[in-house]
């Protein structure tokens, strides 16, 4: 293979390389770390957890495991995670100090929380409101202490993304 022909390949032309010999059957595990995939596996319980009084024990036994990566994250090369403050989302359940897994590949509609930047650059996470009628676009609070905001020309208003989790911290 040429050097023209190894451009674009991850690595400076002209950079060393070296064979790794590994089993088969961890190539697709070293792939991912290399890729920088790395998943988490953790043991999933396939019983039910009542939220009531009176609930069953878990089942003794993990029957497999669970990837939070293949649970949480539809689009890996679109999806990133922005760390929430203030209380403006508090209703829809959007804490200060929360996670919010943010996918830029969802299309934006109407009801979507979605991280915005207004002004250029600074950030806010929304409900997203659309009218039919008129195609104005809101940005709504969930606190009732805050007011809508009418996204107008001037804001230069950008939408990040479409938040699809939200990783709370109970202790």
């Not at 203030?86 to 009801?111: F, Q, R, W």
């Not at 609070?141 to 809508?148: D, F, H, R």
């Amino acid at each position: 293979m040429t050097n023209q022909a190894k451009r674009g390949r991850g690595r400076p032309v002209g950079e060393p390389t070296t064979v790794v010999r590994i089993p088969t059957r961890h190539k697709a595990e070293v792939m991912d770390i290399v890729a920088g995939r790395k998943s988490l596996r953790l043991p999933f319980f396939s019983g039910n957890v009542s939220a009531s009084f009176g609930a069953a024990p878990l089942d003794e036994y993990v029957e497999e495991t669970l990837d939070l990566n293949d649970r949480l994250v539809r689009n890996p090369s679109s999806t990133f995670v922005v760390k929430a403050t203030g209380d403006s989302m508090v209703d829809a359940g959007i804490h200060d100090g929360n996670l919010l897994l943010v996918d830029s590949s969802i299309k934006p509609m109407n009801n979507h929380i979605v991280v915005a930047a207004l002004h250029g650059g600074e950030l806010t996470v929304k409900r997203m409101r659309t009218s039919n009628v008129d195609e104005v676009i809101w940005l709504c609070p969930e606190n009732e202490k805050y007011k809508p905001l009418k996204v107008t020309q001037d804001m230069q208003m950008k939408i990040w993304g479409v938040v699809t989790n939200i990783i709370h911290e109970l202790i």
